[in-house]
């Protein structure tokens, strides 16, 4: 029914591009008209639409007039040469209608999906354009560093012949500039550079160290699924030095390096065992040697080797399912425990076995076994002859003990990680002495990036570089929630159709699906799967040199960098003249990105060139008539020469030639890779090789194509190659991808919670910055805590009465005795006659302070609070997240929990800033002399008698550096009283 309904009225996405067309033809109207003024009298309509929406007028009333503007003046720099990125570029791109809507689409929030090569940068101009007329700053997003110099430098030709101003972030990029670049019309950078601007922002401590002073109003994200989706999993973290950093790792390293050669020995000696027990026919004892050598060992060399033989692969695999079963649990078990220690390859984890605990140490087998905390305190609870300091004592001992031990086996299952499954040039790469991060979707190193729970350390002591000292986070925000921030938002990519329900479930997105300007002419090839990767990778190089003998310009694509230089060296032995772009030698990616197009060029990229490149193809590449190619009907099945163009593209390939080495986890990465062949109407060939030994097919998804390798009887060297294949294969990747939505969405769900907390605290913060006179902020800010220690008197007694009496006077030098309050004082009024007190000595305080002086100190003091304590609040939470999945066991729902655990840690959060601040009120001055004469002043007044506790707030010895621009370093936290008692009681 679904299907005649549509067939009759059209999909959602046919309706709406029915409607634009009337408005695309109004832009051509327009375009028409302006075509007769001269240049002047063009560029000076930007001056005239912005005076018309000051005047009243929205976008709407402008926006088809604004998009012939554009429109009009891309044709009239056409023969013009730009330098982008140390390159000549013409100027020979005027908007299409297509490209018309797209920018229609994109303007009214929506994500246009454009085929790769369609011009998404120059659809980008027209509603960049009209939004930055409204002069509250327009941010282009891009997903690398190249591309935002890149579209900064191409477009920006554009934009500045219009009259506008463009920006551009850079890496490292100073404050002072950065402002001046967030204060142009139009903003070019990172995801992340945006990200941590905004992070840095609200770790700022004067307004004019803040840099995103127009806030967020529109946003365009380019690869808007890269970056909304793929790098979506890792939050952006801004990270300082710990207050204490660990040595462990460099001491343990030598003893988990030992260990990581036993096992390996171990499980070579498990082979052996299994290789003689399958030549006696003894299949079962041999299934679970191997199931111990994957267990202990996946990436194991002679393992892959021996699993070559379908038989045996299958084998594996029905052991490995076995032993999920619930029957077959303590078998497991045992098995596992006679390694050194266990790899879970899919979750990126690894932990110790008793045995493994034993070898590190054999002469204190238990040092890295946890003591049972839980038995030990109630056998301490027991022995009565213990007196209270004694318990106390005793008890610290044991949480000190409990903290070391879970500390020291922390470090070794990372260093245990770190050797097992984190590879050099696949995950990181060393460079000056440092370990850098690989971006797995990019390719592209994340310079400044560091692994948290200190993997990055451990992976630094493996490859024996400076390791770093531990951090801790200071501010972090989800990419999610940090994009959710604008007013608008939009994007476009070439693959976002099939995640259009995550888009609308999370950023209220729509997508809308752009027709191309000219057929697609791509020639996608089917798979070729072989067993192994030595064959695989003969293939590609056969075929590569095919491609080069008949002068086709070769783009082999690659998921790691170590792959890629594989590739290389069989290359360089065949004698054919390459390129290699990969997160080593990103430097030159503009000038192989140029050459690539060229007769006979082979490039070999890593996932760099999958997004965004625009390789221009050689005149001599295309031996197809220009007039069909021009056409906007001329499509695969057009005849040339009474054959269609599909049939002689498989005789005859031309255009460039994209070969992949494998399949990536997500089927858009590798949609992106084929875009790069065939663009704009093109012709080009796209091949993707596989073998089982591949993560993707040895992960998740080889049994049913070794299934029919093994019915076809494939023998070595011997290619399988079908649509269903195809079609496996993506299936494969669907189990990926869903796993990876599941972490994407829980990791919203968790970040949700700290959104609306991060808000309060980032609004409170913000306000106190923003403000001319911070005073009523900090009175306040004294109100709470007072408020907060009078509700303990709501249930009056003599014990409640003078903590509340001794809080008071130790806080401030007010000197109250039990008398200057009655019985009938409630604790609202309490509260008025401590905070008139309070009021009565800071003014007097005041009058011996510079004004302004004063007012930077009392913004100080709010910030420095929120800041300590904040931080303390974000590792709090980090250990509650690391932890609340243990309450699962408890038949609890974790993200419950975790949603009444950051409450409970965010009300006591609130409360300590305004302790805090309450205990620096009169502890802090802008002088000694103006604290000396406070104290003088103080005694003249009419307060209540009683000895003044003035010593007990002492003259900070950080007066004379409150009064600086920059916030020195955070002290630690002292509990006052109450906080103290509570933590005694706790104990």
């Known amino acids: 029914m679904n299907w005649i309904i549509k067939k009759i009225v059209g999909s959602k996405n046919e309706r709406d591009l029915k409607k634009m067309q009337p408005m695309v033809t109004a832009i051509n109207a327009f375009d028409k008209t302006f075509q007769s003024l001269s240049d002047e009298e063009l560029k000076s309509k930007t001056t005239d639409f912005r005076e018309r929406l000051a005047a009243g007028e929205s976008l709407k009333d402008i926006e088809l007039e604004a998009f012939a503007v554009v429109k009009n003046a891309a044709r009239r720099l056409c023969g013009s040469t730009i330098q982008v990125c140390g390159h000549d570029l013409a100027w020979e791109m005027i908007h299409f209608d297509v490209q018309l809507i797209g920018g229609m689409a994109i303007h009214n929030g929506m994500i246009a999906e454009m085929a790769t090569g369609e011009g998404k940068t120059l659809v980008a101009t027209l509603p960049v354009y009209l939004n930055a007329l409204s002069g509250k700053g327009v941010h282009v997003v891009t997903t690398s560093d190249y591309h935002s110099q890149r579209d900064s430098e191409w477009m920006g030709h554009l934009y500045q012949w219009l009259g506008l101003t463009i920006g551009c972030l ?38 004019e160290d803040m840099v995103q002073q127009q806030g967020h109003h529109f946003a365009i994200v380019d690869e808007i699924d890269s970056i909304l989706i793929d790098e979506a999993r890792t939050p952006l973290i801004i990270s300082g030095p710990a207050p204490y950093s660990s040595t462990q790792y460099s001491e343990l390293q030598p003893a988990a390096s030992r260990l990581v050669r036993r096992q390996r020995d171990l499980c070579n000696q498990l082979l052996k065992d299994a290789k003689i027990l399958l030549d006696q026919d003894e299949e079962e004892e041999a299934s679970l040697k191997l199931y111990q050598v994957f267990e202990g060992t996946p990436k194991n060399k002679q393992l892959m080797q021996l699993i070559e033989d379908i038989n045996i692969r299958k084998m594996l695999e029905k052991t490995q399912m076995k032993m999920l079963s619930d029957a077959y649990k303590e078998t497991s078990r045992e098995l596992r425990q006679e390694l050194f220690f266990t790899i879970d390859e899919k979750g990126h984890d690894a932990s ?25 305190m109630s056998e301490l609870d027991g022995q009565e002859d213990l007196g209270p300091e004694a318990l106390m004592e005793q008890r610290r001992t044991i949480q000190d003990d409990y903290a070391i031990r879970n500390e020291r086996i922390h470090a070794v299952d990372q260093l245990i990680r770190a050797f ?13 002495n440092q370990v850098v991060i690989v971006d797995e979707h990019t390719g592209r190193l994340m310079t400044g990036r560091r692994w948290s729970d200190g993997l990055h350390q451990a992976v630094e002591a493996k490859e024996g570089v400076k390791i770093e000292r531990e951090t801790q986070t200071l501010a972090t925000v989800t990419i999610q929630n940090y994009f959710r921030m604008y007013e608008k938002l939009s994007g476009m990519t070439g693959t976002a159709e099939t995640e259009a329900d995550e888009f609308h479930q999370i950023y209220s997105l729509d997508v809308m699906v752009i027709p191309t300007n000219r057929p697609v002419r791509r020639l996608d090839l089917n798979d070729q799967v072989y067993k192994t990767q030595r064959e695989k990778f003969n293939a590609v190089i056969d075929e590569i040199k095919a491609a080069h003998r008949r002068q086709q310009p070769v783009l082999v694509g690659t998921v790691a960098v170590e792959t890629s230089e594989v590739l290389s060296r069989m290359l360089r032995k065949e004698n054919i003249i390459h390129n290699v772009l990969n997160a080593k030698n990103h430097a030159r990616e503009a000038e192989i990105v140029a050459n690539a197009g060229q007769p006979g060029a082979v490039t070999i990229a890593t996932n760099m060139a999958g997004r965004g490149t625009d390789i221009k193809l050689g005149s001599s590449v295309i031996h197809l008539p220009s007039d069909d190619l021009a056409s906007t009907t001329f499509s695969l099945d057009s005849k040339v020469k009474g054959k269609s163009l599909r049939k002689l593209l498989e005789e005859r390939p031309c255009g460039l030639y994209v070969i992949a080495s494998e399949r990536h986890e997500s089927r858009r990465i590798d949609r992106q890779l084929r875009g790069r062949s065939a663009r704009q109407g093109d012709p080009g060939v796209t091949r993707f090789y596989v073998s089982l030994e591949d993560n ?22 011997e290619v399988l190659e079908h649509p269903w294949l195809n079609r496996s294969i993506e299936t ?41 006179d911070p005073r009523d902020q900090l009175i306040n800010a004294v109100e709470q805590a007072i408020q907060t220690h009078a509700a303990e008197t709501a249930n009056p007694t003599p014990e409640t009465r003078t903590e509340f009496l001794t809080w008071v006077n130790t806080t401030f030098p007010l000197g109250f005795t039990d008398d200057d309050w009655s019985k009938e004082d409630t604790p609202d009024s309490l509260t008025q006659k401590v905070m008139e007190q309070v009021k009565q000595a800071y003014t007097v305080k005041a009058s011996h302070e510079s004004e302004e002086s004063l007012k930077r100190l009392e913004r100080h003091l709010i910030l420095q609070a929120i800041d300590q304590h904040w931080q303390e609040y974000l590792r709090n939470m980090d250990s509650l997240r690391e932890s609340i999945g243990l309450r699962a066991y408890g038949q609890r ?4 929990e975790y949603k009444r655990e950051a409450y409970n840690l965010f009300m006591d959060l609130m409360e300590r800033i305004y302790e805090e601040i309450a205990n620096s009120l009169f502890r802090s001055a802008t002088s000694v002399d103006a604290m000396q004469e406070f104290f003088k002043s103080l005694s003249k007044l009419e307060m209540p008698k009683q000895e003044s506790l003035i010593d007990s707030a002492p003259v900070s ?27 005694k009681n706790k104990g």
């Open 957 to 983: 010895p950080r007066l004379n550096s409150m009064i600086s621009k920059q916030p020195e370093q955070n002290q630690g936290y002292t509990p006052n009283r109450k906080q103290r008692r509570r933590m």
């Open 893 to 896: 729902d974790p993200l419950v």
């Open 696 to 717: 993707l097919m040895r992960l998740f998804g080889s049994e049913k194509i070794s299934g029919i390798m093994e019915k076809l009887g494939i023998e070595e060297g």
């Open 170 to 207: 850079k890496n490292m990029m100073p404050p002072h500039e950065r402002r001046e670049m967030y204060l142009r019309d139009i903003t070019y950078g990172t995801n992340s550079e945006f990200g941590f601007d905004y992070l840095r922002d609200n770790m700022a401590y004067t307004p």
């Open 420 to 432: 097992t499954i984190y590879e050099k040039d696949v995950d990181y790469v060393v460079q000056d």
């Open 732 to 772: 494969a990747q669907r189990r990926v991808e869903q796993q990876n939505f599941m972490m994407r969405k829980r990791t919203l769900e968790y970040d949700d919670v700290m959104n609306a907390q991060r808000s309060e605290i980032y609004g409170f913060r913000s306000d106190v910055l923003q403000a001319d």
């Open 352 to 376: 110790l076995t008793e045995k493994g605990c034993a070898e590190l140490n054999p002469n204190d087998p238990e040092m890295y076994v946890l003591p049972d905390m839980v038995a030990l």
